[in-house]
Structure formats: structure tokens, C-alpha cells
């Protein structure tokens, strides 16, 4: 078996009084791609925002690539730079050119000179085929086109592991093809993955391992086929014969 | 053209009965204004001369500015020695100047040039030192004191202000509640009292034989309370800016001074110049206040001067000077901004 890169123990987490992540507990070997699905509220991005602790946990212990994620964590921006996340809003930086926004990482964090970051730019950018807008801002993009710059610049930091937050949820139809091919192309290379995702066919094409979540609990986790062939819990089922109708 | 026109006005002006009404009265007063206005400044005017006496016309007699320019500019500063203010402020319009002609990434070598090394090169010129005959700051004066308090007013309370409107949305308790009461403590006070308190009392509270400048004191009292103000604007700002940049800059990798440095700040502050601006133009109005502590900047001189003997009640003139010159530069301030704001605001299109 590969090693465990994440490691989620009985993980518990509160907004205030509410109780929104109850015994979360997770492995993800390195390689794997493992899609969370589940109504909203759930708590689902909730808890991949735990696994770069954009979001604190309160109870039990989050491991990610050997370092134990809390108060005291020296160098979480060191953690976070092998974490790379894409964002269902897409969250590039306006006032940035999609090269800059590229390059910006690689050269303050990881101290790249700029010639090799803007080379490393231009191969993600060449990866996810947006090299010839490298020069706009994102505001003169499409949403399919600033999320596959989303996804570029998160590449340039060259992260072991990937988070997508509902990549597709904030695209019209015609672009989130687009953006699943990218995502598919990286499964393929061998990206450990995790994805927060309602594109079923996505998750059967490229998903190790199915979630399923509800009022902050995984109700489910099964093996891709598994999981679509035989679902045991009821909210899985009505969950599942109300997205592929 | 006169075609146009009187389509133009009779859309905007003559709409309806009320509307040409209100026109009708905007131009009998400035009828009322302007030709009376035209006759004192321009046509009955006396401009030549050297003395009071000299002005017959019934007009301005501006005569007394010309006498009073050069203490009017420059205060009691030794005549010897002006060209060194005025070298400043080349030096100062010159570098704003070339940063409209360079490229986009010396610009911010030209900021960092007029925030840290700037300030240095002209104290040195202007107050002297390294073989330049020193001039004490109580010689200071006239219209270049204002310039003085005003730039180093907005080159030290802008990078504070940002400091502190970061500080004020800090994680650390300690931090945020000192920056809280520090803002909310300057906002608090009256500018005069902040004035008087370093003019006045400030020596006071000292150990008697530490001498700090009067006007060191001044200028640092003036920069802090204006701190406060760019503080409360940059503050709109940062709240404008939606937590995905946040969290988009923590998910790369950036620590919290990259992340403001190179993602929240430059969009914060992008949204307020119009706010920034604002306190700097009340800042540059502000700083004739200084007058009531005894210092000579331009409205202290209109003073003193119509208090001479020989130029007795010549105060309009010097006000009207005066109010001008604010004028123009309040005007330049704002047009500078809104060139800004368009900038910025294609940039992100």
C-alpha cells in the first residue's frame, strides 16, 4: 500500500454552537482521488478547508504529510504550499495578470528567480491551454478559462496534493467540460486528489474512493463502483437518484 | 456650435418653468459676483509699484503680494539660501513627474525613493548640515512650511495608517485592541489641541535639557492624528475585499505579510483613494492651523504683513492669495487621484 499522505482521527469542529464536522475520520494514500459528495451544509467544504487549515478543527488530529496540523504548527505556509486548492468562486487575483498570478507564488514562497517561475507559469498554463492569455487580467476571461488559470496557479507551487472546493459549481454548462478535463488529465498523472464535486461522471471516470456526507457526518465511503453499484445508507440513495435523475 | 448649444441648454437649463427659474437666479448672482469680482482683481487693480501708496486704482493693490512674495513663499528663510527649498520641491515635483513616463515596475523603486530616502535629501537641504549653513526650523515659514508639513504628513501617516488599519483587524488581541484605542484616542482629539499639546506641553513632560524641534514635534503630532483618519478609510478598504483573496493567497502558500503585501493591500487600497485623498486635501487645509502656535506658514505671514505699519489693511489681497493657491493645489490633489482611480479602474477590466 502507498503511504498516507492525510490522516483524519475523529475530528471534530464548531462554527459557534454549531456542530459542523462530528467524528470526521479520513485516510487518503498518496495517489488516490477521493470525491466527497453531499446536499449543501453538509460540511463538506468545510473539511477539506481543515486539511490546510484555512479552517481550524477543534477536537481530534488532522496529519498531513507527517505533520500534525494545530495551534502550534511552525511553517503551516510551508504545508500549504504542498497543499494546492482551487476554489468554487475562483479567487485569482484581480489586479494580477494570469502570468503574475501564476508566477507571484513560485517567486515570494517558494524563491524561484523569475525567469524559471515564469517558464513554470507558462508550462501549467500550456497544461491547462490558456498560454495565450497569460498577458490578461482574469476579469477578461471566461469562468471556465479564470479556473483553469485557478488551477495552473495552484500547480506552480508543484503540490503533492490537490483540494477542489466545487470546481465546476460556479460554471455554465458548456465550460465545465473544460475545467473536468484538466482535472481528469491531472488524475491521470498520478495527483493525489481530493474533490468536492456533484459531477458524478467524473467521479466514475477518475474516483478512487466515493464519500458521502450529511449534517457533517460521512454517512458513506465506499470504492467508486462500490459506491454507485450498492449504496447501503438511505440518504445516499435518495441523495444519489436525485443527481443522475 | 450655437446650434448645439441652444439645443444643449434648452434640454438642461429651460426643461421647465422651475428649472428656468433656478437658471434665471444662478445667473443674476453671478452677475452679482463675477463683474464686480472682475473689477477689484483685474481691471482696477494696481499691479506696479513698490509702496501702499502706490495703489490709487480703488482695486486690489497687488503691489503687497508682490513686496511679501518671496516671505509670502518662503517665511524668514535667508535669501542666500532659498535655492535649496526650491531645489527640494524640484526634486520632489521632478521624481511624481517621472513616474508618469516610466515603466510600471520602476514605480515602485520612485515610491520607495520618495517615502525613505526623499524625506532625508530635502531635510538635509533644507534644514542644512554636510557643509550646508544650518537654518534653524523657527525660519522656516511661508507657503514652502505648509508644503513641509503637508508632504511629511502624507509620506509618514500613510504607511501608519495602513499599519494600523491592519493591526485594528489582527488576530492577536493585544495588537488589535492597542490599535483600536490609538485611533479611536487621536480620532478623538481636536487637531489645535493636538497642536498646542506639542507645541506647549509636550517639552514639559521631557527631562529639562532634551530639546526636541518644535517643529519635529509639530509635524509628528500632525502625521499621527492624520494616521488615525487613513487608518479608518484604508480599514473600508480592507473589509471591501471578499475572504476568497484571503484564503486564495493562504492556499499558495503566503505568509501574512506577503499576503497583505502583495494581495490585500494593492486591492484595499485601489478602493479608497477617493478616501485617502479626501484626508490628505482636509490634511493640506489643516496645516495653516499651525499659524495659531506661532508659526509662520503663508496665512501667518498675510498676518504679520497687514499688521505692518506701512501695508495696514491689506488683508483681502492676502487672502484671496492665499485661498488661490490652496485652490490650485487642492485642485491638482483630486485630478491626480481621479487619474488614479480610472488607472486602476481599466486595469482590472
Known amino acids: 500500500m502507498n503511504e498516507k499522505v ?59 504529510r507527517g505533520v500534525t496540523l494545530g495551534h502550534d504548527t511552525k511553517n503551516i505556509e510551508k504545508i500549504r504550499g504542498d497543499v494546492g486548492m482551487v476554489f468554487q468562486q475562483f479567487n485569482l487575483f484581480p489586479h494580477l495578470t494570469i502570468l503574475d498570478n501564476c508566477t507571484l507564488a513560485p517567486t515570494w514562497v517558494r524563491k524561484l528567480p523569475k525567469k524559471d517561475a515564469e517558464q513554470l507559469a507558462m508550462e501549467y498554463l500550456k497544461k491547462v491551454k490558456i498560454e495565450d492569455q497569460a498577458k490578461k487580467f482574469p476579469g477578461q476571461l471566461s469562468g471556465g478559462q ?3 488559470a485557478a488551477i495552473a496557479r495552484a500547480l506552480c507551487m508543484e503540490p503533492k496534493i490537490m483540494l477542489f472546493d466545487e470546481p465546476t459549481s460556479a ?66 440513495k435518495l441523495f444519489l437518484s436525485q443527481i443522475l435523475g | 456650435m450655437i446650434i448645439n448649444f441652444i439645443q444643449w441648454s434648452k434640454k438642461s437649463l429651460f426643461s421647465n418653468w422651475w428649472n428656468s427659474l433656478i437658471t434665471l437666479f444662478c445667473i443674476y448672482l453671478l452677475f452679482l459676483i463675477i463683474p464686480p469680482f472682475i473689477n477689484w482683481a483685474i481691471l482696477d487693480a494696481t499691479f506696479s509699484g513698490k ?50 513616463f516610466v515603466r510600471e515596475k520602476y514605480k515602485l523603486y ?113 502625521a499621527i492624528f492624520e494616521s488615525a483618519y487613513v487608518a479608518e478609510v484604508v480599514r473600508g478598504g480592507l473589509q471591501s475585499l471578499p475572504r476568497g483573496q484571503y484564503d486564495a493567497a493562504k492556499s ?37 492651523l499651525i499659524y495659531l502656535i ?9 498676518n504679520m504683513a497687514k499688521a505692518n505699519p506701512y501695508w495696514l489693511g491689506m488683508a483681502v489681497e492676502g487672502y484671496v492669495f492665499a485661498a488661490i493657491i490652496f485652490g490650485v493645489v487642492s485642485f491638482i490633489l483630486s485630478s491626480y487621484s481621479q487619474k488614479l482611480e480610472k488607472k486602476f479602474s481599466t486595469e482590472n477590466k
Open chain 1, 6 to 64: 492525510i490522516e483524519l482521527v475523529a475530528v471534530n469542529k464548531w462554527y459557534d454552537k454549531f456542530h459542523v464536522l462530528k467524528d470526521i475520520n479520513l485516510s487518503v494514500f498518496a495517489g488516490e482521488k477521493v470525491i466527497i459528495c453531499g446536499p449543501s451544509g453538509s460540511g463538506k467544504s468545510t473539511l477539506i478547508r481543515c486539511v490546510n487549515r484555512l479552517e481550524e478543527h477543534q477536537e481530534g488530529s488532522i496529519v498531513v
Open chain 1, 146 to 148: 479564470q479556473q483553469r
Open chain 1, 171 to 236: 460554471l455554465d454548462p458548456e465550460m465545465i467540460k473544460e475545467v473536468l478535463d484538466v482535472m481528469i488529465d491531472l488524475a491521470k498523472g498520478g495527483m493525489t486528489m481530493i474533490v468536492v464535486s456533484h459531477e458524478m461522471a467524473f467521479a466514475k471516470e477518475v474516483a478512487d474512493r466515493v464519500i458521502f456526507m450529511d449534517e457533517g457526518r460521512i454517512v458513506e465511503e465506499k470504492e467508486t463502483k462500490e459506491f454507485f453499484a450498492n449504496p447501503e445508507n438511505e440518504r445516499t
Open chain 2, 51 to 100: 509702496l501702499k501708496t502706490d495703489c490709487t486704482a480703488g482695486g486690489a493693490c497687488w503691489v503687497f503680494i508682490r513686496v511679501w512674495f518671496e516671505k509670502l513663499m518662503y517665511g524668514f528663510y535667508p535669501v542666500e539660501n532659498i535655492w535649496r527649498i526650491n531645489l527640494s520641491f524640484i526634486i520632489f515635483i521632478g521624481t511624481i513627474g517621472l513616474s508618469f
Open chain 2, 110 to 222: 520612485i515610491l520607495f525613493f520618495l517615502i525613505f530616502i526623499f524625506p532625508f535629501i530635502a531635510f538635509i537641504l533644507i534644514r542644512g548640515g554636510f557643509g550646508l549653513t544650518i537654518v534653524e526650523t523657527r525660519e522656516w515659514g511661508g507657503l514652502a512650511l505648509t508644503f513641509i508639513l503637508a508632504i511629511f504628513g502624507i509620506i509618514l501617516s500613510f504607511p501608519l495608517g495602513v499599519l494600523l488599519a491592519m493591526g485594528r483587524r489582527s488576530e492577536m488581541p493585544i495588537i488589535k485592541y492597542f490599535c483600536i484605542c490609538f485611533i479611536e484616542t487621536w480620532r478623538g482629539i481636536p487637531l489645535i489641541t493636538v497642536l498646542f499639546a506639542a507645541a506647549v506641553m509636550f517639552p514639559l513632560l521631557l527631562p529639562s535639557g532634551t530639546l526636541v524641534d518644535k517643529l519635529l514635534r509639530v509635524a509628528i503630532g500632525i
Open chain 2, 252 to 288: 499558495i502558500g503566503m505568509g501574512y505579510w506577503q499576503m497583505n503585501f502583495f494581495i490585500v493591500l494593492p486591492q484595499a487600497i485601489k478602493t479608497v483613494i477617493p478616501g485617502i485623498t479626501n484626508t490628505f486635501i482636509a490634511l493640506l487645509k489643516d496645516t495653516p
Open chain 2, 294 to 302: 506661532g508659526m509662520a506658514e503663508i496665512l501667518g505671514i498675510v
